[in-house]
């Protein structure tokens, strides 16, 4: 596992230390809008099947990392591993999502759960980034990471997707004494975990809290924010000499920027409905930031998508601290021609008559 790291620039800004341009990666980077992941699929068969096999991730993970000159790699996984190892029939139906067969409705199923450990039912995932680590050979950082303890337990009580999370928020108001004790069990199972994925060698991680932004304010600090500030502060900070730094990201969280901000996380996600300027004014310098092109500006022509890009670099304005991302991840009817505009966009900022940030 080599300890040189050719491109720092991610870890540097994540930490607020100053870089000379702005680093770039994007959520779901490794995806279906990519032909190479296609032909992957294809041949594994199905897309646990790729999750759970080290050789198949390790190769997903590094397509977009092979084809764009991007600042970061992020493990090829899913945020339901956990639940997967809880042994509640996890199936992906194609065009449907994930869909569990034992959901998580009552005491006595909560009862039945244990947090998995990470060396024996989790090991693919670990496997998988011990690998990419060995085969990025330094060129660019590895972010692991997990579901936030909420949006895991939306999966796991709803059994799958919703639009309405009916069946958890019956759960919030009946017995939020049984959805605590839920929430608490999967934060230490994905405290255990990414620990795991650091020791292995990701080089920095990330909380998606995805469904976050469905809760009421008092509800999101009880239910969701609360469990992810537990997480974080049981966090390994340093590995390898340097440190670890950790990204929280809840989708729709745009008002509560402040209070994720305090929760001790080295870096903020914001999506694309936040204005950055206005989130950086919250955090007063707290922690970096990362975001927030819309993600359909990626089906924009090439002249509108460099100006939306060059106006998201703008409104955050100079000095350090900010990643860019997407607000959400990438479509999968997006052209990879389009996220070769965008990287370029980014990675000349700065470097050519636009202001560069000190």
Known sequence: ?????????????????????????????????????RA?????????????????????????IDRFPLD???LFSDILTIPHAMDL????????????ERPVRSAADIDKLGVPDPGHDLKYVIDAVALVRRELNGRVPLIGFAGSPWTVATYMVEGGGSKTFGQIKRMMYEAPRDLHRLL???????????????AAGAQAVMLFDTWGGVLTPLQYEEFSLRYMAEVVDALTREAGGRRVPNIVFTKGGGAWVKKIAAIGCDAVGIDWTTDLASARHAVEGR????????????????ETLRA?????????GEGVGHVFNLGHGITPDVDPEQVAILVDTVQNYGLGGQPKEG
């Open 184 to 198: 608490e069990l999967l934060a230490k199972a994905t405290i255990v975990y990414l620990n795991a994925q650091i």
């Open 287 to 302: 922690v970096a930031l990362q975001g927030n092109l819309d993600p359909a500006a990626l089906f924009a022509p090439p």
């Open 89 to 100: 029939g996890l199936e992906f139906e194609a065009g449907e999502g994930p869909k569990f």
């Open 40 to 64: 992957t699929r294809a041949r594994a068969g199905g897309f646990l099947q790729m999750c759970t096999n080290p050789d198949i991730a390790c190769e997903i993970t590094l397509q977009p």
């Open 308 to 316: 939306e890009t060059l106006r998201v670099l703008a409104s955050y």
């Open 72 to 74: 970061a790699a992020i």
């Open 1 to 37: 596992m080599s300890s040189i790291l050719k491109n720092d620039l991610l870890l540097r800004a994540l930490l607020r230390e100053p870089t000379p341009r702005r680093p770039i990666w994007l959520m779901r980077q490794a995806g279906r809008y990519l032909p190479e992941y």
